[in-house]
């Protein structure tokens, strides 16, 4: 059976039982259906035993590496061997469902369910963010209309529309051709990268989030002088229609499992995390929190380490490295990644022993390597992979959880179980104390691989302004391509000898962050030659077909 129809046919609790289950009282709930609820009380007490747990993985292929497979695969072994537990993970995209990578719901037995609303527009959380993020943009082009009181110099606009549909058409824009208008260039970003959904992936509370959309920076004066969302008037018409969209989403897995999915920062072009509310208050109402950072170690686990957890005081207590053969293969240079090429698996494994080298060595923590099953796998290939992984002391188990659910994470969940009776002190990539380039040059250096880094013009001169403004000692959140450690996406297994290319950087003040482009990375991406959407079908009965 395909995807959706494993999880149309699953018996799922109603969700007030799932809320139950974690001391969730219906008065703490709103519920949308019968299926999915938000939480909206903010009264928890904090654990003292809980565990954090990262999913991560080595460099995927386009089609994903199954991170979020495995993170419901897990939840769902700890539950089955009777441990509390509670996933915490990102909404999808509108862009990616319709693109090439599809949903991020899971797949085969291991999934959240109901996977159609999840995928699709789900609590309407990415629309309330499109809204308050072109809301402003409105404001900002309505301001120069009326008589730009704050001499708002148009070519200086930073802060631009945004959209959660893959349109490349709409990376370059223009804006007021009408009579008694302004003409600019403008462009769209996806949703997923606007600074508005880091804002809120980052606030804890509505009071946070004001402070946070009203630092963002939406440009400069004819004299160089900044101007900020709070100079257009309309931080708290933006923070309405955003309050809703604050209060985290419950939901199950196929196996009754808890699952917090609240927001839904790429990895690659934003810091690629779920928001902090649900992580804390996933953390408070079970012992055991699993939790995904998008991408590689290098993208999302790093953000989330030097980033979501350094802000928020979290450690996580062991950090599962996802792998398949197919990435394995296709790291080591193979044709066909999907049929069995020993050779190619020797040759790629070189990229999944750097990511675990960033998380051991770089952040000091445990780490334990999942191979995620696929069709055309060989127990001669799983052996070369398990056969290095032991001589360098990382622990490795294969999981099935696509095909098996739960019971195909059976001997991870055991190993999660005895790291996180260890106890771990984190380190991170950087300090917040260095300087720009330096955050930048130990990421690269550190977990790229990289040899330095090269800044363009634009990149040196927005370092400047970032001084100038005082906000040098924010952390760093480099976009870069996912597919390899570099910044060029064909440069495969382990990466070295190259400098870094940071492009252009940007200020995301009121995200509090700073945003290092590397290579050639659009912050809109496009749609591929056979988009998914064009597979998709909805019947007389509205049942839907091709989702996955």
């Known amino acids: 059976m395909t995807d959706i129809e494993i999880a149309r046919k699953a018996k799922t609790k109603p969700i007030i039982k799932i809320a139950q289950s974690i001391r969730l009282k219906q008065k703490d709930i709103v519920t949308y259906g019968d299926n999915k609820a938000k939480i909206v009380t903010r009264d928890f007490k904090k654990q003292t035993k809980q565990k ?25 072994a700890l539950k089955r061997i009777k441990k509390s537990v509670c996933l915490a993970l990102r909404e999808p995209s509108l862009g990616p469902v319709f693109g090439i990578k599809g949903g991020a719901t899971g797949g085969g037995y291991s999934q959240v369910v109901p996977m159609e609303d999840i995928n699709l527009h789900f609590t309407g959380d990415f629309h309330a963010i499109t809204s308050a993020n072109n809301l402003l943009c409105s404001m900002i082009d309505n301001h120069i209309y009326q008589g730009n009181a704050l001499k708002l110099d148009p070519e200086k ?16 824009t223009h804006v007021g051709n009408t009579k008694n208008e302004t003409p600019r260039q403008d462009k769209f970003t996806i949703t997923a990268a606007s600074e508005i959904m880091a804002i809120m992936a980052l606030s804890n509370n509505i009071e946070e989030l ?47 499992t808890p699952a917090l999915i609240h927001l839904g920062p790429f990895a690659n072009i934003a810091h690629g995390c779920n928001s902090v509310t649900a992580t804390k208050m996933a953390m408070s109402l079970a012992d055991y929190t699993i939790t995904e950072a998008g991408f590689g170690s290098e993208l999302g686990a790093e953000k989330f380490l030097d980033l979501k957890c350094r802000l928020n005081n979290l450690t996580p207590n062991a950090v599962v490295m996802v792998a398949t053969l197919p990435a ?3 790291q080591g240079g193979a044709e066909d990644p999907k049929t069995c090429n020993l050779d190619a698996v020797k040759t790629g494994l070189c990229n999944l022993l750097k990511h675990c080298e960033n998380i051991k060595l770089t952040f000091n923590l445990p780490v ?22 032991d001589w360098l002391k990382i622990e490795s188990v294969i999981c099935t959880s696509y095909t098996n659910g739960g019971a195909g994470c059976i001997d991870l969940a055991n190993k999660i179980i005895n790291m996180c009776e260890s106890n771990v002190k984190m380190s991170y990539a950087y300090r917040l104390t260095d300087t720009i380039e330096e955050k930048i040059t130990a990421i690269a250096t550190k977990l790229y691989g990289a040899r330095g880094i090269k800044l363009s013009d634009s990149a040196k001169d ?3 302004s970032i001084n100038k403004l005082g906000l040098s000692e924010l952390p760093i959140v480099i976009a870069k391509t996912q597919y390899s450690l570099g910044d060029n996406p064909k440069a495969l297994g382990i990466v070295s000898d190259y400098d870094l290319n940071i492009t252009d950087i940007e200020l995301k003040s009121g995200a509090g962050f700073i945003v290092a482009i590397a290579g050639n990375m659009m912050l809109m991406p496009g749609l591929g030659k056979n988009p998914a959407g064009c597979n998709m079908k909805i019947d007389k009965d509205h049942i839907i077909e091709g989702l996955f």
């Open 52 to 76: 954090l747990v990262l999913i991560t993985s080595m460099s995927p292929s386009s089609a994903g590496i199954g991170k979020t497979t495995i993170s419901i695969g897990l939840a769902d």
């Open 157 to 172: 606009i930073m802060f631009h529309r945004c959209l959660d549909i893959n349109d490349r058409a709409l990376r370059v």
């Open 210 to 256: 004001k402070e946070r959309l009203s630092n963002i920076l939406i440009g400069y004066t004819k004299r160089n002088k900044p101007v900020f969302a709070r100079d257009m008037g309309c931080v708290d018409a933006m923070a309405i229609l955003l309050k809703d969209a604050m209060h985290p989403n419950l939901v199950q897995t196929l196996e009754g």
């Open 328 to 330: 394995i293969r296709l």
């Open 368 to 389: 334990v390597v999942a191979i995620n099953a696929h069709p055309g796998d060989t127990e001669e290939e799983y052996k070369a992979v398990q056969d290095v992984l």
């Open 462 to 464: 927005s370092i400047k």
